[in-house]
């Protein structure tokens, strides 16, 4: 009996829980950027997709959120759309893939083939994960790009502050890679059906009720 494919669906299942917390993470921390200055050296600015904040040295945070959704800049405008449909189409995948597990004892009925059934929800569930990984990857990566070239641009004098790299960059690339991992696992899972018994067993149940009838 080989139960790989049921430990790989399972994994599969977890990361996807993982990467869409840490997405969900990416996209409410305000740390995209951050920004400190010699002027001010006890403070630190923050900047997100809905809010820009100050970190004072005693350990204050104000944040205010912005006024317009209209002025916002392209890059976050862009990056707020990448990143909800990131978590609409991952907690997609994670719903459509729970029901497609081995170890999960549903899609049984009198005329439907569970091994097909399964096999179709997990095949979704893996699109949704992967598609949702590079959702993800896209507005990080593109934020990062801008920076570095904003952060070596020569035509700025080198007293103007520039933005650096926040945590929540570091998170969504984690986000990403665990979507795109989670969805590889489901995919590779499907080559590998049916792998355990409780599957087996319905069949052989549904079969016998069929042959019954």
């Avoid at 996807?16 to 917390?21: F, N, T």
């Amino acid at each position: 009996m080989d139960c790989g494919p049921c430990v790989l669906d399972l994994l599969g299942v977890l990361l996807a829980v993982s990467a869409w917390i840490c997405s969900l993470s990416t996209t409410l921390m305000s740390t995209w950027l951050t920004l400190s200055t010699d002027l001010l050296p006890t403070e630190i600015y923050e900047l997100g997709l809905w809010s820009t904040c100050v970190v004072h040295d005693l350990g204050g945070l104000e944040c205010q959120p912005y006024n317009s959704v209209l002025g916002l800049p392209p890059d976050i405008q862009l990056a707020r759309i990448l990143m909800v449909s990131a978590l609409s189409t991952g907690l997609l995948g994670l719903l459509v893939s729970i029901p497609g597990l081995d170890m999960v004892r549903g899609c049984y009925g009198r005329h439907l083939d569970p091994l097909w059934s399964k096999r179709v929800l997990k095949g979704a569930g893996a699109v949704c994960c992967l598609f949702a990984g590079i959702l993800g990857l896209v507005p990080v990566s593109y934020i990062a790009h801008l920076t570095v070239i904003r952060f070596f641009d020569e035509s700025v004098p080198d007293v103007v502050p520039r933005w650096e790299f926040g945590g929540a960059l570091f998170c969504g690339w984690i986000a990403g890679v665990l979507h795109l991992v989670s969805g590889t696992l489901l995919l590779v899972s499907c080559v590998h059906m049916p792998g355990c018994a409780p599957l087996r067993g319905h069949r052989r149940i549904i079969r016998a009720r069929t042959d019954y009838v």
